[in-house]
């Protein structure tokens, strides 16, 4: 079965330092990666995917991901912290093979230090 | 394009009492997830549906819980005898087949 793992329940950067969340993915099969972003009572947001192709991809807000099958990771980052990215993170992974259903980690929250 | 809503948006219930949450999908999506979310926790896959078929269930969705989705477009799900173990948000999605997930923004249940 998939599993998703986020390294860090919680995050604290400055603002305009380097955002780094981690993800890693346990799939004999590469599976299908997202990022999602979750504001305080709102729903689920996605920031970037990846199908197949260039293992580097980038998504909204300045965020990119790059997929290391090497590695089983999927790490998110930005190079620089803005205040409004401050939310919950979550990566998710879909396999296909008839399990339609993402498969999410725990999630990661986001705080930026003024 | 008015993305997925969802009714309500938040529920306080007794425990034993029934209740009904509905996901109105983005009109032209033919897949329709409902998730369950509790507190510091990542959504957990309920159930989703292709049209008006209900094609995968999760062993989270117990034998109180029943989803449909009668027309192929919006969905209902239903907790019979709710427990304070329900306490969640539930998160509708859908997508079309080969795009991404979009989520609504919830329902939030308490069971006091």
């Known amino acids: 079965a998939q599993s998703v793992t986020q390294l860090g329940s919680h995050v604290s950067v400055s603002e305009g330092a380097l955002v780094l969340l981690r993800c890693n993915y346990s799939s004999s099969v590469p599976p299908y990666l997202f990022w999602y972003v979750q504001y305080p009572n709102q729903g689920l947001q996605l920031l970037l995917k990846y199908t197949t192709g260039a293992t580097l991809v980038k998504g909204i807000n300045g965020f990119e991901a790059e997929f290391k099958k090497s590695e089983t990771s999927f790490h998110l980052t930005k190079p620089s912290a803005h205040m409004s990215d401050a939310a919950e993170y979550f990566c998710?992974?879909?396999?296909?093979?008839?399990?339609?259903?993402?498969?999410f980690g725990k999630g990661t929250h986001l705080i930026i230090q003024p | 394009d008015t993305g997925v809503s969802q009714d309500p948006r938040h529920k306080i219930t007794k425990r034993g009492q029934n209740v009904t949450f509905r996901c109105d999908p983005i009109?032209?999506?033919?897949?329709l997830y409902w998730y369950r979310q509790t507190l510091g926790q990542g959504p957990e896959f309920l159930t989703y549906f292709q049209n008006e078929a209900q094609l995968e269930k999760s062993r989270l969705l117990s034998d109180r819980f029943s989803a449909e989705r009668p027309k192929g477009s919006f969905s209902t799900l239903e907790i019979q005898r709710t427990e304070q173990g329900d306490s969640a948000m539930y998160l509708c999605?859908?997508?079309?087949?080969?795009?991404?997930?979009?989520f609504g923004p919830g329902t939030r249940l308490t069971v006091t």
């Open positions: 998710a992974a879909y396999s296909g093979g008839g399990a339609d259903g993402l498969t």
């Open positions: 999605a859908s997508r079309l087949t080969g795009g991404e997930q979009y």
């Open positions: 009109s032209e999506h033919n897949r």
